[in-house]
C-alpha cells in the first residue's frame, strides 16, 4: 500500500534527524505583488538608557510575514513622528504610503511600560485605531503581536494571527551523539520557545485542543506507539491510547471533548473517535483500505481522511451524528492520483493538503464550495500543513538542502516565508487556536 510506504519515509526521515538547537529564523522567501505599502515608525522612546523592545521592528516583522503588508524600510522614512498630531501626511503620500502607524513607550515607575499607538489613514487623513496597552517588559513582544493583530483587523476586516503559536518536533543530539526529540512551542514568530515534553525516542503528530491549552501527540517513548495529552502549561500528560499495532494521527474535536485517531487494533488502520471524558472509543470506518490522517469540520459534525480505498491516497469526507452514526464516506479529491494529510481551514470553507506531481510532495488547497485546486508550492518533499487560526496563512514542514525546516504559504500562495534552525531539523508543525 502506498500509504504504507510513505508511513515508513517518514518514520525513517524523523530517525535521520540530525542535531538542533531550536531556535527558529523567519526568511521571506516570496512578498506578495501589491501588498499595502505601510509605515511603522520607530516608536518614541520616554524612559532610561535603551528600549528593552524594538517595538516598531516587531509590528513591521509580522505584518510583512501576513504577505498583505509591505512595510517601508526605516532608512526611507523621511519623517518619525512619534504621535498623530506630528504627522504630516504629504511626506507620506510622496512616498506612496497608505498607512503609517505612530507610537511611544513609555517607562513606568512599577517598572511596566506603557505601549501608546495610533494607526493613520495616509489619503484620508485621519486616525483609524489607537490604544494604549500597560505590559510588564517579558510581556512586549506579546504586547506588540497584539499591536500588530489590531492593525491587520483594522485595514482588512480579517482577524490577525500574530499573537497566536506554534507548535513542533525538533531532535538535538547529545555528547554521546544520542538523539533526543523534543515537543516544543513558540510565538508564531518563532520566538519564545518552550520545550512541553522530550524523549529519546520519536514524537510525532502533534495537535492543539481548541483552547490551546493542550496538546495531543504521538510518543514511542515506551517502545511502543501511543497517544498521549499533555498540559502545556502544567506539563501534567495522560495517556489516551496504547493499543495493540498503530495509535496515531490524533485530532481534537472543536469542542475539546473527543480525539480523532488512527489505530489498528482490530488488525487494519482505521478511523476513531475516542470520548476523552470516558476514554470510550467509536470506529467510525470499516474498509479494507488504510484510512487515516482524519481532521475534523470545524462544525464538529464531520471528518476529512486519507485513504487508498480508490487504489490511491485520496481525501475522503464522512458525516457524524451525535450517537457516533456515519454516512458513507465520499470522496472530495480528483486531482492527480496522490493527496493525503487534511488540514481543513476554520471557516470550512478549503481543505489543505500534501499533493503529488512529478515526483514531488507539495502543498495544495482546495475549495469545498466550488471544487477549485491549486497548488502554493513547488519543493520536493512538503508535508504537515496546518491552516493559521484566520485562514489567511498555512505552515507546513519541507527541507531546505537536505535539512527539516518549517515554511508558510499564503492561501492564495502569493507570499511565502521560511522558519529554519540555526543547524538541524525540525517537523511537524500545527497552528494554535486563538487565545
Not at 167 to 178: D, F, H, L, P
Not at 251 to 269: E, Y
Not at 274 to 293: C, Q
Request: hydrophobic share 35%.
Amino acid at each position: 500500500m502506498q500509504i504504507n510506504k510513505l508511513i515508513i519515509i517518514l518514520f525513517l526521515f524523523f530517525q535521520g534527524l540530525s542535531s538542533a538547537q531550536a531556535v527558529l529564523k523567519i526568511e521571506i522567501t516570496q512578498g506578495m505583488e501589491g501588498a499595502t505599502p505601510i509605515a511603522i515608525v520607530p516608536f518614541d522612546w520616554v524612559g532610561s538608557g535603551l528600549p528593552p523592545e524594538n517595538i516598531n521592528q516587531i509590528i513591521a516583522a509580522d505584518l510583512q510575514r501576513s504577505g498583505f503588508f509591505s512595510p517601508l524600510p526605516e532608512q526611507d522614512m523621511i519623517s518619525r513622528p512619534g504621535e498623530a498630531s506630528q504627522v504630516m501626511f504629504a511626506d507620506w503620500r510622496a512616498l506612496n504610503v497608505d498607512y503609517v502607524v505612530v507610537g511611544r513607550m513609555l517607562s513606568q515607575p512599577d517598572g511596566t511600560f506603557q505601549i501608546q499607538f495610533q494607526l493613520m489613514d495616509v489619503h484620508k487623513g485621519k486616525q483609524m485605531a489607537g490604544y494604549s496597552i500597560r505590559s510588564r517588559q517579558p510581556e512586549l513582544r506579546t504586547t506588540a503581536h497584539q499591536i500588530s493583530d489590531i492593525i491587520y483587523k483594522t485595514v482588512t476586516d480579517v482577524d490577525g494571527a500574530f499573537d497566536t503559536h506554534i507548535a513542533y518536533i525538533t531532535v538535538t543530539q547529545n555528547r554521546k551523539s544520542e538523539r533526543l526529540y523534543r515537543l516544543a512551542i513558540a510565538d508564531a514568530d518563532g520566538h519564545n520557545e518552550q520545550i512541553v515534553f522530550e524523549s529519546s525516542k520519536p514524537l510525532m503528530s502533534p495537535s492543539w485542543s481548541p483552547d490551546g491549552k493542550q496538546l495531543a501527540y504521538v510518543s514511542f517513548t515506551s517502545g511502543r506507539q501511543e497517544v498521549y495529552v499533555q498540559n502545556v502549561i502544567t506539563r501534567e500528560s495522560r495517556l489516551v491510547s496504547s493499543s495493540k499495532g498503530l495509535n496515531g494521527a490524533p485530532v481534537w474535536s472543536p469542542d475539546g471533548k473527543q480525539l480523532a485517531l488512527t489505530l489498528s487494533k482490530d488488525g487494519n488502520p482505521e478511523i476513531y473517535v475516542v470520548n476523552l471524558s470516558n476514554n470510550k472509543f467509536t470506529r467510525i470506518t470499516r474498509h479494507y483500505a488504510i484510512d487515516t490522517e482524519a481532521t475534523w469540520m470545524p462544525d464538529g459534525k464531520g471528518l476529512i481522511f486519507t485513504s487508498d480505498r480508490g487504489g490511491s491516497p485520496q481525501l475522503y469526507q464522512v458525516e457524524l451524528n451525535r450517537q457516533g452514526a456515519v454516512s458513507r464516506p465520499k470522496r472530495i479529491t480528483f486531482d492527480g492520483n496522490y493527496n493525503a494529510r487534511a488540514s481543513v481551514s476554520p471557516d470550512g470553507k478549503r481543505v489543505a493538503m500534501v499533493h503529488r506531481e512529478n515526483g514531488r510532495f507539495t502543498i495544495a488547497v482546495q475549495s469545498l464550495v466550488n471544487g477549485r485546486f491549486q497548488v502554493l508550492t513547488t519543493s520536493r518533499l512538503d508535508e504537515s500543513p496546518s491552516f493559521s487560526p484566520n485562514g489567511s496563512m498555512i505552515i507546513y514542514a519541507t527541507e531546505d538542502n537536505y535539512n527539516g525546516v518549517l515554511a508558510a504559504v499564503s492561501v492564495d500562495g502569493r507570499a511565502h516565508q521560511r522558519l529554519s534552525l540555526q543547524s538541524g531539523d525540525v517537523r511537524e508543525p500545527a497552528w494554535s487556536p486563538f487565545k
